[in-house]
């Protein structure tokens, strides 16, 4: 297994060389080993993309360069661009007074995220699934302000409108009160080509609990806080994870920003509209109907048009960064958070288990 890692590392190494990486010459980076896990440096990190000290957020190490800011808690999971949150599989390390950050995270989130341009499958999006969660007799989320059914096909329809005027082609899930099982949401992105999936959702929690969050599939390899079993197939992962980072991130950066809610990270997990689908794929919560404040404001009209007119923008903003214009008849976003990371440095030293 070391092997591996070490060989597919150094091949995407040199995939970065032949398309003009960042560094001029190779760099060498040492691979430590934490409990079975493969880490680097974050020193190396720094060094890759000419990032250096920067003022970030409290109780956080802080690099960047130009208008990003990168910043990591050690020995936590959370990992921030320009204050936009993400949730590391691995905890960042401390070891001989230096961080390590696991290696899957660099290659599977850190880079997608900074340089989305650089992934090997990003292609031309024509066709966006959308899929409003829940539906008929089984309406998710309920409170005294709103169901979430109800809140998901909402903002689901406000943003299909949106889409076809900007050219795109929309395929709904379901575009009325009806049930779909979550084979049958799947089973429509897997035989739509050139398609993204967006499934949309709200949150129940306690009443104090708000915010957005966004989920994609956990990568191969590791494990999801959020599935219910463990199984063998749960921890495969799939072959779009750059591309379901890179549209998380644009998604969920707009949302925040639009709404000013609590950002509760891009995160992992196994769901099961996640674990099968052979799309670039994300689930979107768009807040929790069970607080007070925060259901009252999802069950109005000004504020689902807020949720789906962010969700169109980071669609925007993705396929433009991805693939071109494709259907697009405006181009009126900026690129995400992330702009133009490391799918590898070129060479690397020898792995040192600790």
């Known amino acids: 297994m070391r092997y591996i890692i070490r060989q597919i590392v150094m091949l995407l190494g040199l995939i970065m060389l032949l398309a003009g990486g960042v560094y001029a010459k190779s760099s060498s980076w040492e691979i430590y080993e934490i409990g079975g896990v493969k880490y680097v440096s974050l020193n190396d990190v720094w060094k890759f993309y000419r990032f250096t000290p920067k003022q970030g957020r409290p109780g956080c190490v802080s690099y960047g360069a130009a208008n990003r800011v990168v910043s990591v808690r050690p020995e936590k999971q959370d990992f921030y661009v320009n204050n936009y949150r993400y949730i590391l599989s691995f905890p960042v390390r401390r070891h001989g007074g230096q961080l ?49 059914k109800d809140c998901n096909l909402a903002v689901g329809l406000k943003l299909k409108a949106k889409l076809e005027k900007a050219g795109f082609r929309v395929v709904m899930t379901r575009s009325t009160d009806v049930f779909l099982t979550l084979s049958q949401r799947v089973a429509i992105a897997n035989r739509t080509p050139d398609s993204i999936f967006v499934s949309i959702h709200h949150n129940s929690g306690r009443r104090a609990a708000s915010g957005i969050e966004t989920f994609t599939l956990a990568p191969q390899g590791t494990t999801s806080p959020f599935a219910r079993t463990r199984r063998n197939a749960d921890l495969e992962g799939n072959d779009q994870d750059s591309e379901n980072i890179a549209l998380a991130t644009a998604v969920h950066s707009r949302a925040i920003k639009s709404t000013r809610a609590i950002d509760r990270g891009i995160q992992r997990a196994r769901f099961s509209v996640l674990c099968t689908i052979k799309r670039p794929a994300i689930l979107f919560e768009g807040g929790f109907v069970s607080n007070p404040e925060e259901g009252r404001l999802i069950s109005t009209n000004s504020y689902r048009e807020k949720l789906a007119e962010s969700i169109f923008q980071g669609i925007v903003s993705y396929a433009q ?31 040192t288990r600790l």
């Open 100 to 148: 390590l950050i696991s290696a899957i995270d660099m290659k599977k989130l850190v880079d997608p995220v900074l340089r989305p341009k650089f992934s090997k499958k990003l292609g031309v999006v024509k066709t966006v699934v959308i899929d409003p969660g829940h539906g008929a007799h089984d309406a998710g989320a309920v409170s005294p302000w709103a169901r979430e």
């Open 321 to 351: 960064t991805v693939g071109g214009r494709g259907g697009l008849k405006h181009r009126n976003t900026r690129s995400s958070v992330g702009g133009g990371g490391i799918h590898g440095s070129s060479t690397y030293r020898g792995t």
